[in-house]
């Protein structure tokens, strides 16, 4: 599998059929019975938080993607799972499927006022993360959460896992079932950080960092347990959704036993 090489100093490769996905979102979640929250408006695009919530759960399980505008995989992978409609039996399930709509209106990584969403958690001032982290209070904690995002500069598949407690990883697992769709970045360093063939385990420092991203907010607030996972995106679109759709169906197995 070889790499397009059509990013040159930032992502340029596909965009994403805005109206279309997040109709197709909306109309999967209503078909399989989710809950549709709009708890924002991004431009002429809502904010979006699809809610599934069962009779005597087990787990709670938080998902989001879409908080940068040119990585158009996450949002295809959620898609993907909702019109599938195979998730756990016993678990609630929160996902946000686009928190940065007026970002993939240009196919840019910021929002419309040039802002990186996933650097405001600490100090919000842009209305998408004010209003998401006002959504978040008001959600109860979660016992995993996984963010999509992609890399336009990676080599390959990678993951950050935050786990300050120890409890049973998932990292392995999901970097062995992408790999069987997606190479993996099996650089020792990744964007500056220690990583293990394709794994990235962070010493957690909040308290230096002026720009939390959102992974570091809910492992403050909202869990103990999290997984940000990076499809490389100098590689085929499908790929990369493939890799995402199965790092998920790793996390939503594990939460079926």
Known sequence: MQRLGKNIGKYLGEGLDLERVLRDIEIAAQTHGW???KFHASGNHPLLALTRRVANPKKRL????????????????????????????DVDIWLCPCL??????RNARENAN???????????TA??????INWLERQPSFDLCVCLHEDW???????????PDHQPSLAQRIIDRVAEICPIDLSEMIEGRDAV???ISPIITPQTRPDW?????????????????????????????????????VVLESLEK
Request: net charge negative; glycine share 6%; proline share 7%.
């Open 35 to 37: 809950q549709i929250e």
């Open 62 to 89: 938080y998902i989001s993607t879409g908080i940068h505008g040119d990585e158009p995989a996450g949002p295809l992978a959620v898609l993907q799972l909702l019109q599938e409609n195979r998730w756990p039996a």
């Open 100 to 105: 940065n709509p007026a970002g993939f209106t």
């Open 114 to 124: 040039g802002v990186d969403l996933n650097r405001q958690y600490l100090n919000p």
């Open 127 to 132: 209305e998408e993360t004010r209003a998401h």
């Open 153 to 163: 500069e990676s080599q390959g598949f990678y993951l950050y896992e935050l786990n």
């Open 197 to 199: 063939r394709g794994i």
């Open 213 to 249: 991203p959102e992974a570091l907010y809910l492992l403050m607030y909202k869990t103990r347990l999290s997984y940000t996972v990076e499809a490389p995106s100098d590689y085929e679109l499908k790929t990369r959704v493939a890799a995402e759709v199965a790092a998920l169906r």
